[in-house]
């Protein structure tokens, strides 16, 4: 009796010994990741793409990871791997590439030119999934050199983290009992902030000169109404030639926009302006000529005011978002 206990003793201890050999076969190894990033540029909003260049480095004990042929970014058109280096002394493996990647992204240009961009790139291993690899951030230092980065951006925050991507599916591994797969990713969200206000000027100053081509209209006598209607007219053609031109270096978007709003804006108060002429004219038809001239005053003054107040009203806004 003894004997069987003993017998079914060391049977359990061994069943334990198995069952914690397998835990620790499938424990996932921690990959410590780091980044620094030296330049960002190229920036496409038609493409909704920009260029990123950086380092990455990646510390690991496993020999069988192999990032050099094996990693991958999400996203990326292109990938370029210009130099990488291994030391694999002390037990453990170092790994310095330098890469640079077209990144593919979407734009918010709601607020543009004022706007504020998150750019985003993540790191994966395509050879082994969560249960084998995990990355682990490089928190010590900083990330990005702040004199080269960017140029006509102002980086607000530089976040790197780590989680888990999940694929609805088995990649063709017909051994999976559901086609879902987990892979740990390293991911870098940069917060960028346009400094814009040169930008603006440069391209709304188009539009701003239209409405003042179309308000010297009020200063031009009422019954001169040839050159009344030919400024009016011309002037809104302007300001909507200028709107098609900043459209072509954006990206198709549903959505109502700052750039849409303004010239919207300009364009109704050109109309309001052929409309006061319309009045304006019929006023001295009726040989009412100093009804005219106080009219075309008083409204000259009023629209002007009025439009400048709604353009820094909305401009504000922008820039407060």
């Known amino acids: 009796m003894k004997k069987a206990l003993l017998f079914s003793q060391i049977i359990m201890a061994l069943l334990c010994l198995v069952v914690m050999v397998n835990a620790q076969g499938t424990h996932p190894d921690t990959v410590k990741t780091g980044i620094y990033v030296t330049s960002i540029h190229d920036i496409d909003f038609k493409q909704n793409e920009y260029t990123v260049e950086f380092w990455l480095w990646l510390k690991y004990k496993n020999k069988d990871f192999d990032f050099v042929h094996n990693l991958e970014i999400p996203q990326a058109k292109s990938v370029e791997k210009s130099f990488s280096t291994v030391d694999s002394s002390g037990g453990r493996i170092y790994l310095l590439m330098k890469i640079q990647c077209v990144m593919q992204d979407s734009w918010k240009i709601n607020n543009f030119p004022f706007d504020r961009q998150q750019l985003r790139l993540s790191i994966e291993n395509s050879q082994y999934d969560r249960r084998y690899l995990v990355f682990a951030p490089d928190t010590l230092g900083k990330h990005y050199d702040p004199r080269f980065t960017l140029k006509g951006w102002n980086i607000d925050s530089f976040l790197i983290s780590s989680n888990i991507k999940q694929y609805e599916t088995g990649f063709g591994d017909e051994s999976l009992a559901t086609p879902h797969t987990e892979y740990s990713a390293f991911r870098i969200r940069i917060g960028v902030k346009r400094d814009a206000n040169d930008l ?80 304006s004219l019929r006023l001295v038809k009726q040989n009412k000529n100093k009804q005219a001239m106080r009219f075309d005053m008083v409204a000259a003054q009023t629209l002007l005011i009025i439009y400048i107040l709604v353009n820094i009203y909305c401009i504000s806004i922008a820039k407060a978002a």
Request: net charge negative.
């Open 200 to 279: 603006f000027w440069k391209m709304f100053l188009g539009m701003y000169v239209s409405f003042l081509i179309a308000y010297i209209c009020f200063y031009i006598h009422a019954d001169n109404i040839d050159s009344r209607f030919a400024l009016s007219v011309g002037a809104l053609f302007a300001a909507i030639g200028n709107k098609y031109i900043i459209d072509a270096s954006l990206p198709e978007s549903i959505s109502f926009t700052m750039v849409d709003l303004l010239h919207i804006l300009t364009m109704f108060f050109i109309f309001l302006v052929i409309t006061f002429s319309t009045y």
